[in-house]
């Protein structure tokens, strides 16, 4: 089979090729970070910025915020240009021990529990045109078609790359049409003169500073995974220049089209609506596009749609690369011989997502961890100034002003801080959950004899692997 392999000139391994062109990253960040959030329910930082003015400044300083973040990333994913992201980053700084930490609470919650809700979005807003209005739809029915969207969507990632891509593609586009119609609606709108809801934009606004940190907190989760093409480093094509590019292209594209969207939703809403209503696009919708309203909802399917395919082949990714560090188990850090896709990763990865998907508790799991990822992001960011002492003569395509990771790690810690006064217990118990994973390392991973039960557990497991799944690690020849 011609070009299915990249092959080393010295020892012919298998390895993961490199298929993910400028158009796939900018779709990959751009499709992960637009979720439902911005049709579904943007009101958490106009409720408390208290006015339009001053919610659609905070969206867009946000949006900068997160470029700033991007920009030391680049330089981070350029010198350090391995898949994994921030664990790449913070064992290359700090040891195995912090890294090892992120991924426990990475696997543990973050990834499969991000994509559980994501998918368990998707299911809700396609089963929608099925119920009568006002009708509740079946938990079952969402965590049954939820799960078949995982499924279907692992299915594709494992059995080609390109598949993958072309489906973050297509889904991308489609959110940024559903998003671009929103805007023009709004155009339309202002250009006729209803502009009554956008007088005196900052009447209302807040002086309180909590309040604003808090409108600030949540403008920047609507912008969670710009880091998300890091975990891929090692799959993108000439990464030293289209990693930049796809954040260059990426963060500002977003960044206009959360602001426009949001002011396109008071053409039309009020403040009090756009606070009440349970899905912004979908009333707006209601209100503006007649008989064509259905679509709305399935934009909203469309757009989750293609974060559950972004997720799935990010996430996959970092487990692929923990377990090649020694930090998995070893099968997990196989290639499928035939799809050259790291099939055991991300079947592990759906089958997280998919269990998920039948707990009622997903939603406040979720919750638990937004402190340490904010912790786990500053660690990152810190790694850059590290570096920059520890190993000045690192070769660094990207150097971006120090005032930038200054800026942005301060940032981190504010929003490290903010959750311990505003949520102790769930901050306390993503603590617990994090440090859970220290007697782990050192039980599991940090020995370099384990018990010959361990041991022979491993190696059955990792060579039935193998054989079920036609899997080798990278340094093996393909044998077909």
Known sequence: MKN????SSESGSIQLKKEIKLHNGV?????????????????????????VGLSLLIWGLCGMLCMMGALCYAE????????????????????????????????????????????????KYILQPMFPLGCEIPKSAVSIVAILC???????????????????????FA???????????????????????????FEGSTLDFGH?????YSGLFSYSGWNYLNFVTEELQDPYKNLPRAIYISLPLVTVVYVLTNVAYFTVLSVPEVLTTEAVAVTF????????????PFFVACSTFGGVNGGIFASSRLFFVGARQGHLPDCLAMINIKNITPLPSLIFVGLLSCLMCTTSDVYSLINYTSFIESSFIALSVSALLFLRYKQPNLKRPIKVNLIFPIVFLLICVF????????????????????LTGIPVYFLLIWPKRKPSCIENTIVYFTHSTQKLLRCVGETHKRTD
Request: a neutral charge.
């Open 76 to 123: 981070l994913g350029t010198a350090i240009p391995k898949s994994g992201g921030d664990y790449a980053y913070i064992s290359e700084a700090y040891g195995p021990v912090p890294a090892f930490l992120f991924l426990w609470v990475a696997l543990l919650i973050v990834m499969p529990t991000g994509n559980a809700i994501t998918a368990l979005t998707f299911a």
């Open 150 to 172: 995982i499924s279907f969507l692992t299915f594709i990632n494992c059995s080609q790359v390109k598949w993958a891509m072309r489906i973050q593609d297509i889904f991308t």
């Open 285 to 296: 919708g209601v209100r503006i596009l007649g008989v064509m309203a259905w679509t709305m």
């Open 415 to 434: 929003l490290i801080i903010l959750p311990l006064y505003s949520s102790p217990m769930e901050t306390g118990i993503g603590v617990v959950i994090t």
């Open 4 to 7: 299915e392999v990249t092959e």
């Open 27 to 51: 779709a990959i960040i751009v499709g992960i970070i637009i979720g439902s959030g911005i049709f579904v329910s943007p009101t958490g930082v106009l409720k408390e910025s208290g006015s």
């Open 212 to 216: 604003i940190a808090l409108a600030f």
């Open 175 to 201: 959110k940024l049409f559903a998003l671009g119609v929103i805007i023009i609606s709004g155009a339309v709108r202002i250009a006729n003169g209803h502009t009554e809801n956008l007088q005196a934009p």
